[in-house]
C-alpha cells in the first residue's frame, strides 16, 4: 500500500459537517435524468409523456454513440419531458409507482465473462452512465481501454462525504463492482482513501485493485490528484474515473440483474438543523430530502459541495453525480469596507483576517463573493492550491486565448473543473477559472476530439 501527502491545497472548515448517522428521506414521488448532467450530451428521446416504465428502462440516447442508454431510476410514468430554448431538453420526469419494478438483465460472474458482453450488459441497463474518462470528463468511450481506472474513497472537500462510513455494509457489492471495472481495463484498477482514518474491515481485504492512502489538504481526495501522481495523462492517454457508490450500482447490475441507483446522501451545510446522511435514489426531488430540515430563510441549496456543486431551486431534481446536498446563507448582503474591517468569524487564505490563528475553527460562510470582477493579475495564489504538475495560471490564459497548441503543451488533457475549484476560491482577480477551463475543454473536444 503507497501512502502519498498532498502539501499544496487547502482546507475549508464549515460548520455543518453530517454527523454519522442514516435515515430514510421522505419518498420522492417524481425523479428526473437530466441531459445537462453529461458533457456534450444530445439526447434523442425513446419515450413519450405516459409511457409506463421499469427502473432500467430506456428514457432516451446519445445521438452521437446511440449505444450509450440513459434509463428511468424507478418504475412508474413518465409525467414529463421538460423543455428549455429552442426545445432543448432539460429533463425527463418519471413519477414513481408505488410498487418498484425492475428491467432484468443478466446476472453473472464478471470473471467468467467477455469484455464484450461486460461492456453490453452495462450499456444496455444504463450503468455505463456512471463511467466518465479523461481527458475531458465526458462520459467512457465504450469502444475505448483505459489505460487505468480510478476510484476515489476520500471527499476532502468541505463538509465531504465520508465514505468510508457510507461503504462500511456494502463491501460484498463494491468489490462485485470492482471486479467488472477491473475487466474493462488492461491495467490498475485504483483505490484512494483517507489515510486519517481506518478503512472499514471489508475494504481491507479488496481484490483486483491497488489501494493508496492519501493525507493532506483538499484536493487530497480528487481523482485528478491520484492520476497525476501515479498514472499522468498525455496526450493519446484514456483513463476512467467512477464515484464509489457508483461502483456500488454497477455491482449491483450484475449481482441481481437490476439497475438499482439508490444511494446515501449527506445533507450538510450551516443552515440544516441536524446534518445526516439520507437514503434516497439518483434523481430525486430536493425537496424529499432537505424538506423540514432547514433553519432559515434566505438559504442557497447546491446539489453537491460547495466549490463544485449546481445551484438549484427547492422543486429541481439531485444530479446524477452528486451525493451530497449543502445549504449555506445566501450572500446578497454587503458589508463597506468589509475587507479592511478586524474580524475573527471570516475565511481568509491569506492573513487579511485573523483566521490563520486559529487553525481547527469552523465557519459559517455564504455565498458573496466579496468582490467584482477584476484586472487578471499574477498573484501566486493558483499554485498554492493546486497540486498538480501544471501551471495552472497559464493553462487558465490559454484557454482563455483558445490557444489549442498552449492548451495541450500545458495539460489540458489532465485536468477537470473540480482540479480548478480552489483557484476560484482564492482568485483576487474573481476569475471563474472552472468554466474558462470548461470552454478551453469543449474546444479541445470539438476542434482535437
Known sequence: MHNIKINRGLNISLNGMAVLQTADSSTSTHYAVK???????????????????KAGTILFNDKQNPDIKFTSPVSGVV??????????????????????EYES????????????????????SGAWTHIKQRPYGTLANPNATPKSIF??????????????????????????????????TTGKVHVGFDASKTLPDGLKNLKNVEITAYSGKHPAGLVGTHINQLDPINKGDVVWQVQPQDVLVIGRLFAKGHYDVSKTVALVGSEVERPQYYKTKQGALLSSVVGGKIKGQNVRYISGNVLTGTMLE????????????????????????????????????????????????????????????????????????????????????????????????????????????????????????????????????????
Not at 453529461?38 to 434523442?44: D, E, R, Y
Not at 438483465?105 to 444496455?124: E, G, Q, T, W, Y
Not at 468541505?158 to 477491473?182: R, T
Request: proline share 4%.
Open 35 to 53: 441531459p445537462s448532467d453529461f458533457v456534450g450530451l444530445i439526447p434523442k428521446l425513446a419515450v413519450k409523456v405516459g409511457f409506463p416504465v
Open 79 to 100: 409525467s414529463a419531458i421538460e423543455r428549455g430554448d429552442k426545445r432543448k431538453i432539460l429533463s425527463v420526469v418519471v413519477e414513481a409507482a408505488s410498487t418498484q
Open 105 to 124: 438483465f443478466a446476472i453473472s460472474d464478471p470473471s467468467k465473462m467477455s469484455r464484450a458482453d461486460i461492456v453490453s450488459n452495462l450499456l444496455v
Open 151 to 184: 476510484i476515489s474513497i476520500f471527499d476532502s472537500a468541505p463538509l465531504g462525504v465520508d465514505y468510508h462510513y457510507v461503504l462500511a455494509n456494502e463491501a460484498d457489492m463494491f468489490q462485485k463492482g470492482i471486479d467488472v471495472l477491473k475487466q474493462l
Open 314 to 449: 427547492l422543486n429541481a431534481y439531485l444530479s446524477a453525480y452528486h451525493e451530497m446536498i449543502s445549504v449555506i446563507p445566501e450572500g446578497n448582503h454587503y458589508q463597506f469596507f468589509g475587507w479592511i474591517t478586524p474580524n475573527f468569524h471570516k475565511f481568509s487564505m491569506s492573513k487579511t483576517y485573523f483566521s490563520w490563528l486559529m487553525p481547527n475553527k469552523s465557519y459559517t460562510l455564504d455565498t458573496n463573493i466579496n468582490g467584482g470582477h477584476r484586472a487578471y493579475v499574477v498573484t501566486g495564489q493558483y499554485e498554492k492550491v493546486v497540486p498538480l504538475d501544471i501551471y495552472p495560471v497559464e493553462l487558465i490564459k490559454a484557454c482563455i486565448t483558445n490557444d489549442i497548441d498552449r492548451m495541450e503543451q500545458l495539460g489540458i488533457y489532465e485536468v477537470l473543473e473540480e482540479d480548478f475549484a480552489l483557484c476560484d476560491f482564492v482568485c483576487t482577480s474573481k476569475q471563474e477559472t472552472q468554466a474558462i477551463l470548461r470552454q478551453g475543454l469543449d474546444l479541445m473536444i470539438k476542434e482535437v476530439g
